[in-house]
């Protein structure tokens, strides 16, 4: 069965460093979800590609945030520089929107820990 | 704007007990209603969606879903639950962008199975 793919699985990093996280969507998939969820919350939509275009990023915090979909496939997210409120698991998802279902498919997610 | 209310944070039920998991939603039009569930350090699968029609949803693992539009709820329920249902459970409002699904989650119910 296809799966959403994320890597790495876990990061640490120290306060003002740098770091990305890569999303691998399910073939075919047009639109791709990057999410938070912070220890003890549902995840919160940060941005989302339809193909290779945003389609709201309204809650990405875009002074530090930035995600790219260059070629409508796989995407990466960056903080830079990280904070230790970005401490928090980072779920990609993906899904069909031509199959009527707006199902998500959701990958195994990144654990960042900022210290 | 869309909003979703888990009322209970935590829940402890015996092995082979029923379970119910509150759901409320705020949405300005008939909703997409969805339950994940969520096992530690692990990404989210969906357990079962609403969109129209019978309004008792079946889902995986023996779940199963009431839509009650009259209360806006959409509760979980299990009629024996198993030492491996513990986990972290979330409700979602879907709306849709354009050809593409925007969820809105809640804070999650946390599950514990005493055996």
């Known amino acids: 069965e296809a799966e959403v793919a994320q890597s790495p699985r876990y990061k640490i990093t120290e306060k003002s460093q740098a770091v990305a996280f890569w999303c691998d969507p399910i073939?075919?998939?047009?639109?791709l979800y990057w999410y938070r969820q912070i220890l003890g919350q549902g995840p919160e939509l940060l941005v989302q590609?339809?193909?290779?275009?945003?389609?709201?990023d309204s809650q990405l915090p875009k002074d530090r945030f930035s995600a790219e979909r260059l070629k409508g496939v796989d995407s990466t997210l960056k903080i830079q520089p990280a904070e230790l409120g970005d401490s928090a698991m980072y779920l990609c998802?993906?899904?069909?929107?031509?199959?009527?279902?707006?199902?998500?498919?959701f990958g195994p997610g990144t654990r960042l820990t900022v210290t | 704007a869309q909003s979703v209310t888990q009322p209970d944070i935590h829940i402890t039920v015996s092995e082979g007990a029923s379970l119910e998991l509150r759901c409320n939603y705020s949405?300005?039009?008939?909703?997409?209603l969805f339950w994940y569930v969520q096992s530690p350090g692990q990404g989210l699968q969906l357990l079962l969606k609403?969109?129209?029609?019978?309004?008792l949803v079946q889902g995986i693992k023996g779940f199963e879903a009431e839509f009650k539009r009259s209360q806006s709820s959409f509760n979980l329920r299990k009629p024996s639950v198993h030492w491996s249902d513990a986990a972290e459970y979330f409700c979602?409002?879907?709306?849709?962008?354009?050809?593409?699904?925007?969820?809105?989650f809640g804070t999650g119910t946390r599950l514990q199975v005493t055996l």
């Open positions: 609403y969109f129209s029609g019978d309004t």
């Open positions: 073939s075919g998939h047009a639109t």
């Open positions: 979602a409002v879907g709306g849709t962008t354009g050809t593409a699904s925007k969820l809105t």
């Open positions: 949405y300005g039009a008939t909703p997409y």
């Open positions: 590609f339809q193909d290779e275009s945003v389609v709201d």
């Open positions: 998802a993906s899904s069909f929107p031509g199959d009527g279902t707006y199902e998500q498919y």
